[in-house]
């Protein structure tokens, strides 16, 4: 299995207009979201074996998604139903086209209810690469099963990524920071935005920020800079690699494609280690600045994300 994920499957409650704040929207419209699942069909679009391991609940939504995930290709084998809590919802409002405001609806939902002794351990011994975010490490039960299958994986030989996706409406400033810290050690990949570099560093400089995290402990510190491209750091050196200049109509989950991009190109040929070298990075990132401008370009995260032959086509174009 090349790119095994972890954490939240949603229902993301989209707004029915842009240019509103969430109290402003006239309606929603329910989506499959979740940021883990939307890297592994990302992952399984570009061509990759992905896999999903998670919770939903037992009910309609909880079903929907793992059929969803299941007819875009992703092994949903780990994934297990909750007969208690439901399906976690976020409803999402866009005032403009490169922002967007985010509230959670769980108290809990199932997704944060995943035990260790729930997890997939076959399948996560099989992993290339292990991709995981914050939200799961917020409480209980999900955050011991989420560090438990990151050293399983870990210990299979598998490249570990982390996206630390913030969310501050789900925990305390102080708690995320102290646990994002701790766990930042344990990973290869450390994928981080602006607002993230500042909550970890007190700074949103990626020169020096990537840098300080990088002494932690990850081989690799990528920074998205949204419309402005991204930024990375390994232990040879760093370097921007600029944007895609293209018409956004929605930015959200282009992250989670971005992310993708960067797993699969790492691990598709051979040792991921042997790709981190500074000249082989901007090739890389700019195929995942690729993967995000495309998933920019319509309304939606699981129907915008691009194919491998999109992508390529893309590149050509610009490269023409």
């Known amino acids: 299995m090349d790119i095994v994920c972890l954490g939240e499957l949603l229902i993301d409650m989209f707004p029915a207009e842009l240019g509103c704040s969430l109290v402003e929207v006239s309606a929603f ?40 995930l299941w007819q875009e290709d992703v092994e949903i084998g780990g994934m297990r139903y909750d007969p208690e809590a439901r399906t976690g919802m976020a409803f999402i409002a866009m005032p403009d086209e490169n922002s967007y405001e985010m509230l959670f609806y769980r108290n809990p939902g199932a997704d944060m209810r995943l035990r260790a002794d729930e997890l997939d351990r076959e399948i996560l011994g099989q992993a290339r690469a292990f991709h995981f975010g914050s939200i799961s490490l917020i409480q209980e039960p999900s955050r011991g099963a989420t560090l438990e299958a990151a050293q399983i994986a870990r210990e299979a030989g598998a490249l570990i990524s982390f996206d630390v996706n913030y969310r501050p409406d789900l925990w305390s400033r102080e708690d995320a920071r102290e646990r994002i810290l701790a766990t930042i050690p344990h990973v290869d990949l450390l994928k981080v935005n602006e607002a993230e570099l500042t909550l970890l560093t007190g700074s949103a400089d990626p020169g020096t920020c990537s840098q300080a995290l990088l002494a932690l402990g990850p081989a690799l510190c990528v920074v998205t800079l949204g419309p402005e491209g991204s930024f990375f750091r390994t232990a040879g050196g760093g370097g921007f690699v600029p944007p895609f200049l293209v018409k956004t109509v929605d930015a959200t989950g282009c992250g989670d494609a971005f992310v993708a991009g960067l797993i699969w190109q790492l691990i598709r040929q051979g040792s991921w280690r042997e790709q981190i070298g500074v000249a082989r990075m901007f090739e890389v990132l700019r195929y995942a600045n690729a993967v995000g401008a495309l998933t920019s370009l319509t309304l939606g995260v699981i129907p915008a994300l691009p194919t491998a032959a999109q992508v390529e086509e893309f590149l050509g174009k610009a490269d023409g």
């Open 29 to 68: 419209k329910p989506k499959p979201g979740g940021a883990p699942a939307n890297v592994a069909v990302a992952a399984a679009r570009l061509g990759a074996q992905s896999a999903f391991i998670g919770k939903v609940g037992d009910d309609a939504f909880g079903h929907h998604l793992a059929d969803v």
